[in-house]
Antibody, heavy 123, light 108 residues
Framework: QVQLVESGGGVVQPGRSLRLSCAAS????????MHWVRQVPGKGLEWVAL????????YYGDSVKGRFTISRDNSKDTLYLQMNSLRVEDTAVYYC????????????????WGQGTQVTVSS | EIVLTQSPGTLSLSPGERVTLSCRAS???????LAWYHQKPGQPPRLLMY???SRATGIPDRFSGSGSGTDFTLTISRLEPEDFAVYYC?????????FGGGTKVEIK
């Protein structure tokens, strides 16, 4: 069974930075594109970012573009989200998520989600 | 950006009832790249349907999906206790990917 374990969340002041990690196991991480998706508790889902299997292509939602950076280290089976210039409205549970189909398919369907890590931006 | 509008916002139903959820897109979703998830409190979403009408692995056949273009539907033929949750539609055709606002299916 695929396993995705997020870490790095916490409480941070507005304007500061935080880096989230997602440790992947039980599948060939380097074959799959990966997403970050966030959710304000009790609210809906918001897509944050996507990175291709090899790290060469990256896409961002408008609300985080220019502030957040998605990256990956395939030698460590780990996905990252560097979050800079954090705002109160970035407060959410952040999920990393694996796509359903291996890289060549080019289909970004989210198949499996981690349990999430809470990020709280507050002064 | 494709905006997905789900309706209704909340449904109050009893086990055994049939339920139909709607998801309308602001523009055509290419190749019917439309998925459905449900989410229970304290858990991440779980994939139910993809390609508008294909069931994900392990999803029972009481779940079915239909639609194309801009109008999509998820139907649960007979609600089981474990089906009470929030349901989200999601387009995954191209970035930016978006989710609908969700429909909560609650016990009446």
């Amino acid at each position: 069974q695929v396993q995705l374990v997020e870490s790095g969340g916490g409480v941070v002041q507005p304007g500061r930075s935080l880096r989230l990690s997602c440790a992947a196991s039980r599948f060939t991480f380097s074959n799959y594109d990966m997403h970050w998706v966030r959710q304000v508790p009790g609210k809906g889902l918001e897509w944050v970012a996507l990175i291709s299997y090899d790290g060469t292509s990256k896409y961002y939602g408008d609300s985080v573009k220019g502030r957040f950076t998605i990256s990956r280290d395939n030698s460590k089976d780990t996905l990252y989200l560097q979050m800079n210039s954090l705002r109160v409205e970035d407060t959410a549970v952040y999920y990393c998520a694996k796509v359903a189909f291996a890289a060549a398919a080019g289909i970004e369907l989210i198949q499996f989600w981690g349990q999430g890590t809470q990020v709280t931006v507050s002064s | 950006e494709i905006v997905l509008t789900q309706s209704p916002g909340t449904l109050s139903l009893s086990p055994g009832e049939r339920v139909t959820l709607s998801c309308r897109a602001s523009q055509t979703i290419r190749s019917n790249y439309l998925a459905w998830y449900h989410q229970k409190p304290g858990q991440p979403p779980r994939l139910l349907m993809y390609g508008a009408s294909s069931r994900a692995t392990g999803i029972p056949d009481r779940f079915s999906g239909s639609g194309s273009g801009t109008d999509f539907t998820l139907t649960i033929s007979r609600l089981e206790p474990e089906d009470f949750a929030v349901y989200y539609c999601h387009h995954y055709g191209s970035a930016p990917f978006t989710f609908g606002g969700g429909t909560k299916v609650e016990i009446k």
